[in-house]
């Protein structure tokens, strides 16, 4: 199995809708991140969390939010999905030293 | 600011040749830098990583990577490629402690012929 899984891998929503993406990591750390991929961009950070009651701001955290469920668990939401977050999403987990990024395979998510 | 720039958009090479893939970052201390890579439909895999010590550095799947400080570079490479390497690759900078400061460049495709 996955180390790191990611649900739905496929998304599509009209813009209004609130959509929330799913991050679950069999690990056991303690990090995770939520990223986003656009072409020619590279990966931008959204937002990271430290460990359940530890949540950050990335990059570009507006317009999205997050929640710590547990150890394994990093939700990503959308309240009110716009045509311009459509992309990758990626969900990932590291060690404390965050010496090596686990990612999941990826959430295409496409606002209409 | 930290920033990573991976000059090259889109590298064709043919089955069986040398590849080297370019990296230039910017940081203020003693980066950590890592490459990744990813498959088609696949997330992020590490490949290789460098923080200190001899600066050629050896990867999985057969590619090596090396450390330039004077030149702040950080290439990719592999003496022989395999159809199985078409994918894109991911240059990252970050500090030693708190990776969650990553900054990934924009990615170089690499598109295999045979």
């Known amino acids: 199995d996955a180390d790191v899984t990611q649900t739905p891998r496929n998304r599509i929503t009209k813009t209004g809708k609130r959509i929330m993406l799913e991050c679950s990591q069999t690990?056991?750390?303690?990090?995770m991140y939520w990223y986003r991929q656009d072409p020619g961009l590279g990966l931008q950070l959204i937002y990271y969390s430290f460990d359940v009651k530890d949540i950050n701001k990335g990059e570009i955290s507006d317009g999205y939010s997050v929640s710590r469920q547990a150890q394994a668990k990093f939700s990503l939401s959308l309240e009110s999905a716009i045509p311009n977050q459509t992309a990758l999403y990626f969900c990932?987990?590291?060690?404390?030293?965050?010496?090596?990024?686990?990612f999941g395979p990826g959430t295409r998510l496409t606002v209409t | 600011a930290q920033s990573v720039t991976q000059p090259d958009i889109h590298i064709t090479v043919s089955e069986g040749a040398s590849l080297e893939l370019r990296c230039n970052y910017s940081?203020?201390?003693?980066?950590?830098l890592f490459w990744y890579v990813q498959s088609p439909g696949q997330g992020l895999q590490l490949l290789l990583k460098?923080?200190?010590?001899?600066?050629l550095v050896q990867g999985i799947k057969g590619f090596e990577a090396e450390f330039k400080r004077s030149q702040s570079s950080f290439n990719l490479r592999k003496p022989s490629v395999h159809w199985s390497d078409a994918a894109e690759y991911f240059c990252a900078v970050g500090p030693y402690f708190g990776n969650e400061k990553l900054t990934f460049g924009t990615g170089t495709r690499l598109t295999i012929i045979p």
């Open positions: 690990k056991g750390h303690d990090r």
């Open positions: 990932a987990t590291s060690d404390p030293q965050g010496d090596e990024q686990y």
């Open positions: 460098y923080f200190s010590g001899d600066t």
């Open positions: 940081y203020g201390a003693t980066p950590y």
